[in-house]
């Protein structure tokens, strides 16, 4: 099940650095809301109160409390808080790895969407256990760098049953499913008289109705080599009618309908965003879909950085995301994602933190997460330094000390 709110009182303090992405007249950093000698303090597993360290209300427990007893206090002896990261694209139920496959691609061998199918013959084969175990390795890195709110989608099955089963494995470790039926055609339709349009019908119907009990968002790869604009306007639509929200994979292999059909339909966020137009730029700056930038990606497949510079100079909100998947991007660092698009994407520090805090909560349409202030879960990443700064400034090094989910620590 996903993680359940610690019970009782937490104190910080001694922050020398809180970075709360809740801008106001006293705060430093412009969007990040930054306060300095700060305090903060969470009841329940939701912030109650933030402010300076020497403002910080009495540890005792107030009379009335449900839970006198429980308090604890986290010392940050000056290092800086910033909120959990939210990783709000994910692929974590799988069998296998493609390790073989990313060796040839650095040896010259071009990425192609088709290496997804090697993963869901590996999946298929797996078993729930086997599956369910690794996916727990996966939440445990999640954590142990950071993020403390993250989505994982399906699309490593893609038949009823095996859909299915990784739609409800996710669910046991979060909220945040993502129905990914069309991802590819899996080979077993390649040479029906239906082919992909006889999938996508599966898709659209049988198969959405079996994994919509676990998932709150339909997804589909707007993409060459894998579903066409109106093959995925068929699933995305059938899945907004069934109540799930949209989010679409696009323009990630080259420019296409990705970005249009994403906003035309209010999706929450358009993934990958490697080759856009000026127009697809426009549409996103008209609209509430947020740009989800992926850099491991290209770091994986040697394709051109999306220009984060060019989406934030229009307007546009971007989030930032890691992808975690074993063919195209096999890392679980949202700390690795924030150096890399300041290194490569044109971002600066703060922009890139506020893309994998604030961003990423955009992404998934949360108000309650990606921020702190008073009404926002106690999401939390103590860092083993003064500033947010670091996250790109000593890149690889493994600064986050601890991660606190709903007022509770993970890691």
């Known amino acids: 099940m996903p993680h359940a709110a610690a019970s009782g009182r937490l104190l910080v303090t001694g922050i020398g650095e809180l970075v709360t992405n809740d801008p106001a007249p006293d705060r430093e950093g412009g969007p990040l809301g930054i306060l300095r000698d700060a305090a903060l303090v969470a009841d329940d597993g939701v912030i109650t109160w933030i402010g300076r360290s020497g403002d910080a209300p009495s540890l005792e427990a107030t009379a ?10 986290l010392d940050a002896r000056g290092r800086a808080v910033i909120p959990g990261f939210v990783d709000s694209h994910t692929h974590l139920v799988f069998g296998g790895d493609r390790a073989e496959e990313f060796a040839a691609r650095m040896a010259g061998r071009a990425y192609e969407a088709g290496g997804i199918r090697s993963t869901v013959a590996a999946t298929r084969e797996a078993t729930d256990d086997e599956l369910r175990a690794r996916l727990a390795g996966f939440v445990r890195e999640l954590h142990g760098q950071g993020t403390a709110t993250f989505e994982v989608k399906t699309g490593y099955g893609l038949s009823v049953v095996d859909e299915e089963r990784l739609a409800r494995l996710a669910a046991e470790v979060t909220d945040e499913v993502t129905f990914l039926g069309a991802h590819v055609v899996p080979a077993e339709f390649t040479e029906r008289a239906g082919g992909a349009d006889g999938y996508v019908e599966l898709v659209a119907g049988e198969m959405l109705q079996a994994c919509k009990p676990h998932v709150r968002w339909v997804d589909a790869f707007c993409e060459r080599g894998a579903f066409d604009a109106e093959q995925s306007r068929r699933v995305l639509e059938a899945g907004r009618a069934e109540g799930l929200g949209v989010r679409v994979h696009g323009n990630q292999l080259g420019e296409g309908d990705g970005v249009r059909l994403a906003v035309e339909l209010d999706a929450a966020s358009v993934d990958h965003c490697t080759y856009l137009s000026d127009a697809d730029v426009a549409a996103l700056a008209g609209s509430r879909t947020v740009a989800t930038l992926l850099p491991g990606v290209e770091f994986s497949t040697r394709h051109p950085y999306p ?25 679980s660092s949202m700390p690795f994602c924030i150096a890399l698009a300041v290194r490569e994407m044109g971002m600066t520090p703060a922009e890139a933190v506020r893309a994998a805090t604030a961003g990423g909560a955009a992404a998934l349409r949360r108000t309650d997460v990606g921020v702190l202030r008073p009404g926002a879960r106690a999401d939390l990443a103590l860092l083993d330094a003064p500033s947010h700064v670091h996250l790109a400034y000593r890149p690889g090094v493994p600064l986050v000390a601890e991660t606190w989910k709903d007022g509770a620590r993970v890691a």
């Open 64 to 73: 009335g409390s449900p839970h006198p007893h429980r308090i604890e206090v």
């Open 307 to 331: 220009d984060a510079r060019r989406l934030i100079d229009a307007g546009v909100t971007v989030a930032l995301a890691s992808d975690c998947n074993p063919g195209s991007s096999f890392t």
